[in-house]
């Protein structure tokens, strides 16, 4: 790995990035390396942030604006995303009061001057979207027919968003669930069967969706599902936790009076 490193360094070295699909390239190299880091790694979370501030003074591109702003809303919850135990706490249940306000305020006053230039792109929307959620002050209060604009705005980006873009199509189908019902959430789903039918992603939505609807059994199987293919242990274990307590309420109202 430090020789690729060096290598890159020496083939970079004096170069200008500012041909077409540069900058793409750059801010999908930030953005894997804040992902990376928003699993755990709060290190290489703050890097990204940190090279996101300097690109943003290089260029006015405004996706470059809409990156630094969406990493900062996201890393603004990192601190209840996980229990004293290094459990997994969903957003619809975290302590905001851990959110970082500051970093709240900062990522929405850079998204501002991004969507101001009127060339909106996936990072302003994505970003459009997590300010969304980091300015509702509970979970019943997020502003869900918002979001599913914003969404529906996401997925036109692509020609074929279903094979090119399942990752929004699915974020969209949980705003449909909110919508206009957990029903037309799970229909949405149905179109990503055969894209994302193995991903435990896939499955995990379909359980929050089962669950929004009150259908226990059917939510307990698809975080079981879910939990079978989580890549890491620390999701594994999240899924199979949410599963045991749906099949424990189950069974407790399954249980006659008397």
């Known amino acids: 790995m430090a020789q690729r490193i060096s290598r890159a360094k020496r083939d970079l ?77 969903t957003l619809d249940v975290q302590d905001r009061s851990l959110w970082d306000t500051r970093e709240i305020a900062e990522g929405v006053r850079v998204l501002q001057s991004a969507l101001a230039e009127e060339r909106p792109g996936r990072y302003q929307i994505e ?39 399942p990752a929004a199509v699915l974020g969209r189908a949980v705003a449909v669930g909110h919508v206009l019902g957990a029903d037309a959430g799970l229909r949405e789903t149905d179109r990503l069967r055969e894209v994302l039918g193995e991903r435990h992603r896939w499955h995990a939505v379909r359980g929050y969706l089962h669950e929004l609807a009150g259908d226990a059994p059917a939510a307990a199987a698809s975080y079981g599902d879910a939990a079978g293919r989580a890549p890491t242990t620390t999701e594994r274990d999240h899924l199979v936790r949410r599963a045991a307590r749906l099949r424990s309420e189950s069974a407790g109202l399954a249980t006659p009076a008397g």
């Open 13 to 89: 070295r004096g170069r200008r990035l500012d041909e077409p699909g540069d900058l793409a390239v750059i801010l999908r190299v930030l953005y894997l390396v804040y992902t990376t880091g928003h699993a755990g790694r709060t290190d290489l979370s703050a890097e990204a942030i940190r090279l996101g501030r300097q690109l943003m003074l290089a260029t006015r591109e405004p996706e470059a604006r809409g990156l630094l702003a969406l990493m900062l809303l996201n890393h603004s919850r990192h601190a209840a995303r996980f229990d004293a135990e290094g459990r997994i706490v």
């Open 127 to 165: 970003a459009a979207i997590a300010a969304l959620h980091d300015d509702a002050p509970s979970a019943d209060e997020t502003d869900w027919p918002q979001i599913l604009a914003w969404y529906d705005d996401l997925v036109a980006l692509t020609d074929h968003p279903v094979r090119q873009d």
